[in-house]
């Protein structure tokens, strides 16, 4: 119970800025005790289901770029399929991911109004494909989404407003998801029996999350939630 009341409040963080989540569940589940080739897939899963629950409401409301998103998400795809079932120790990765994610957290939370205010445009082609390439490979190996790695990056380089960029993430995270979790099927026969209730709680906070996302957040509130959500990803990391 207590395991899925904290991923409800984790999905509800993060989901108001577009992520699904796999980080913080990665770690709560961890510390729960569950065993390592059940946490993966089930975050994934989990991720799927709020990453996509945002994604609907964010298109609804009109917070989406096609011409920035499918330029990440065509090289992405098939990088995090292909990377997918590739381990890697935790030892290599995880510091230098968290380093980058705690800069950048340390930017959204104390200078917000700097990426809030500038104007934005779509990247070009020749540096959003390998870009998304990275992306993608990058969400493969480390069994995430990658919106904790998209949003910030265009909202830093100022390809979407920080609005947008919450739709976009969301979109991203779902396709790079299933490309994930594809590459590595065989892992969907270790996911939890109580999965279930996890599901629902996290749907309960995507809810909650993405209304007060579209009702509440003005831009520079995004970018502060958002450095909330990557210091908790980065902690996550290194945890």
């Not at 709560?28 to 569950?34: D, F, K, S």
């Not at 897939?41 to 709020?50: F, Q, S």
């Not at 500038?118 to 069994?143: C, D, E, F, H, N």
């Not at 609005?163 to 396709?175: K, L, S, Y």
């Amino acid at each position: 119970m207590f395991l899925a009341l904290a991923i409800a409040a984790a999905a509800a963080l993060y989901s108001s800025v577009g992520h699904g989540g796999a980080s913080a569940y990665i770690a709560l589940m961890a510390l729960a005790g569950l065993a390592p080739e059940e946490i993966r897939p089930a975050a994934l899963v989990l991720n799927i289901l709020v990453a996509g629950l945002g994604a609907f409401r964010y298109l609804r409301a009109g917070r989406f770029d096609w011409k920035v998103f499918w330029p990440f998400a065509v090289t992405a795809i098939p990088a995090a399929f292909l990377t997918g079932g590739i381990d890697v120790p935790p030892h290599i990765y995880r510091p230098l991911l968290a380093f980058a994610l705690a800069a950048a957290a340390l930017r959204y939370l104390l200078w917000p109004q700097i990426d809030a205010v500038k104007p934005s445009a779509a990247p070009r082609k020749v540096v959003a494909l390998p870009a998304g390439a990275a992306l993608g490979a990058l969400a493969g190996l480390t069994g995430i989404g990658g919106g904790v790695y998209l949003s910030p990056l265009l909202v830093f380089a100022g390809w979407a407003d920080p609005q947008r960029a919450t739709g976009i993430a969301a979109c991203f995270i779902v396709v790079n998801s299933l490309a994930g979790l594809a590459g590595r099927a065989s892992s969907l026969l270790a996911l939890p029996a109580f999965l279930p209730w996890f599901a629902i709680a996290a749907c309960v906070g995507a809810l909650i999350g993405t209304s007060l996302s579209l009702k509440a957040l003005n831009k520079a509130g995004v970018l502060r939630v958002l450095g909330v959500v990557l210091g908790v990803a980065a902690v996550a990391l290194v945890s």
